[in-house]
């Protein structure tokens, strides 16, 4: 279950009142407005980390936001089960929160996977190869995977910020020089999923590599 541009508040009132027609305007307020504060605070860290926090504005109005709450049925059984494959997110930035049933697994630059273990009182924060290639290669974009066992569902909520169509994913100067040479090169990030859902972008273990690598 999803809610596009939740955002905008017309967008996230209009959701609100599929679930609650008499409205509810606390939750409301909360998807509209809290959750894309916290996403603002992680990115402008993030730009001030690199120096670069000059782009913040234009950066944060390039992008959309997407919402999406989600249920990993638990298998069952002891044996682990894949609940959602492994794949690296396509977009800027993900936030997730969820409750305290084990299953995100992530994989570190050296290849080896582990554990996220869950807290009520913590969100779960990764890039998108979207903004791999804004920083340039600075951050890295793990490859995640949900691998359930037991009884227990898992249920968690995703706050996604996506590039908005027609805007171009492009490394700021500032990011590139002898030593860290552009590695990729502008492109639209729609474009980009349209190449990454054909059956060619599929083969790739870097779609964004074979789509866009200098």
């Known amino acids: 279950m999803g809610i596009d541009d939740v955002d905008i508040p017309e967008k996230a009132e209009s959701f609100v009142k599929t679930l609650w027609p008499q409205g509810n305007p ?21 730009l001030e980390s690199l120096g670069v926090e000059k782009y913040y504005d234009k950066h944060i109005e390039s992008t959309n936001h997407l919402l ?14 894949i609940g959602l494959n492994s794949h690296t997110d396509k977009n800027i930035l993900t936030m997730l929160h969820q409750n305290q049933v084990a299953g995100l697994e992530v ?81 639209d990030h729609v474009k980009f999923l349209d190449f990454y859902y054909t059956p060619e972008g599929q083969r790739y273990e870097s779609a964004l590599k074979a789509y866009c690598g200098a």
């Open 26 to 46: 606390k939750f409301s307020e909360f998807i509209c407005k809290a959750i894309g504060e916290l996403d603002h605070m992680v990115r402008r860290m993030v």
């Open 68 to 81: 999406r709450v989600m249920k990993y049925k638990g298998p069952q059984t002891s044996e682990a089960k």
């Open 107 to 187: 994989q570190t630059k050296d290849g080896e996977w582990f554990d996220v273990k869950p807290s009520l009182n913590s969100f779960i924060v990764m890039i998108g190869d979207s903004f791999l290639a804004w920083v340039n290669d600075s951050l890295h974009s793990p490859f995640h995977r949900v691998v359930m066992t037991g009884n227990d569902a898992q249920y968690s909520v995703g706050l996604f910020s996506v590039p908005k169509a027609g805007y171009m994913v492009k490394a700021p100067e500032e990011l590139v020089d002898e030593e860290h040479p552009l590695l990729f090169k502008p492109f």
